[in-house]
């Protein structure tokens, strides 16, 4: 009778024991798991930092001026390709999408195979407006229908500032649903743009500007060839990106 009380007293220590362990295996892939989409969330949204490149490549404005029709003959002036205005070439951005700060570490991520400075990486953008959309104050989605970029102002507080440096009084919500102006058969990289919309919805449900039932369009899977959005993220929602990516990074 002693042995077999010993027997079962072992056995079920050994199974206390192997739950421990296994609980700690649990713990331990939760954790790896962590800083795995930890890893990807700050790879993917490099708009996490509000840090901006205060240099400015002349070579890389000219390109996009060039390259999406931003000129006029008669000055020095370039077109915002939002409001689709000219404006004195000193208040409007050359704004990259992938941040010129990633030195393009993160453009395979896309299936990119350019560099940095690719006129598709790029929009000329009024500066305010480009501070915006570094911020992930404002995004861009996609008109299926009209086959176009359409201006989204997220921030409620936003919508009654006055651009600084635009002609009187313009709000930010007079850019609210304004199409981006594109040359015919010509688009910024819409796969970019794509998951920056899903990180700024992710980030304004945060905030709460938003409700978890807003229903943006994803449009990643337009893009060239049909490549899929990045580490199978094309297939999810924003609302999936919040809560797999931003809920458990916790920084917005």
Not at 182 to 190: A, H, W
Request: proline share 3%.
């Amino acid at each position: 009778m002693f042995c077999v009380i010993s027997l079962t007293t072992f056995t079920l220590c050994s199974i206390g024991a192997s739950s421990d362990i296994l609980n700690e295996i649990r713990s331990l892939r939760e954790e790896l798991a962590n800083d795995a989409i930890r890893n990807r969330r700050e790879r993917l949204d490099c708009w996490h930092s509000n840090a901006r490149t205060v240099y400015e490549s002349k070579a890389f404005k000219n390109n996009l001026a060039k390259f999406y029709g931003c000129t006029r003959n008669s000055d020095n002036y370039l077109k915002c390709m939002l409001t689709g205005n000219f404006y004195p070439c000193e208040q409007v951005r050359a704004s990259h999408l992938i941040k010129r700060s990633t030195d393009g570490n993160t453009m395979y991520l896309y299936g990119l195979q350019s560099h940095i400075d690719h006129v598709r990486n790029g929009l000329l953008l009024l500066e305010p407006i480009e501070q915006a959309f570094t911020r992930k104050d404002i995004c861009f989605l996609y008109n299926a229908l009209n086959n176009q970029m359409v201006a989204k102002v997220l921030s409620p507080i936003l919508m009654n500032e006055v651009m600084q440096n635009v002609t009187p009084g313009q709000t930010f919500a007079s850019i609210d649903g304004l199409v981006l102006q594109l040359p015919e058969g010509v688009f910024p990289y819409r796969r970019v743009l794509s998951m920056h919309a899903k990180f700024a919805y992710s980030r304004a449900l945060h905030l709460g500007w938003i409700s978890d039932t807003a229903t943006p369009d994803t449009y990643f899977n337009i893009s060239d060839n049909g490549l899929k959005e990045p580490l199978g993220l094309g297939l999810l929602t924003w609302q999936e990106v919040h809560q797999n990516i931003h809920k458990i990074v916790g920084s917005f």
